[in-house]
């Protein structure tokens, strides 16, 4: 099994730009993609983005070009970073790892994004 600890939610201003980490309790070498989601209140759970092992990376339209995804195998974390943020972003934000096919999900993060 996995375990995920997210970190660096908060409260940001509109513009500003926030870098979420996820630590595994495993080596990230031996799980394949790893990605974020967010949910918003009264909305469903949604794909942010995602890196395979080999460091392909795939983002939802509404964050591309203002969020990148990456990982460091070393420290068995994976990062978002959030820039130009806007109040849309606002959601709880889940780190999720793919185990031969299975996910793990983190507890979750809010940020929160004020105009």
């Known amino acids: 099994q996995v375990q995920l600890v997210e970190s660096g939610g908060g409260l940001v201003q509109a513009g500003g730009s926030r870098r979420l980490s996820c630590a595994a309790s495993?080596?990230?070498?031996?799980?394949?993609?790893m990605g974020w989601y967010r949910q918003a209140p009264g909305k469903q759970r949604e794909l942010v983005a995602t890196i395979t092992s080999f460091g392909t990376t795939n983002y939802a339209d509404s964050v591309k070009g203002r969020f990148t995804i990456s990982r460091d195998n070393a420290k068995n974390t994976v990062y978002l970073q959030m820039n130009s943020l806007k109040p849309e972003d606002t959601a709880v934000y889940y780190c999720?790892?793919?185990?031969?096919?299975?996910?793990?999900w983190g507890q979750g993060t809010q940020v929160t994004v004020s105009s």
């Open positions: 999720v790892a793919y185990q031969r096919g299975a996910p793990y």
């Open positions: 495993t080596s990230t070498f031996s799980i394949n993609t």
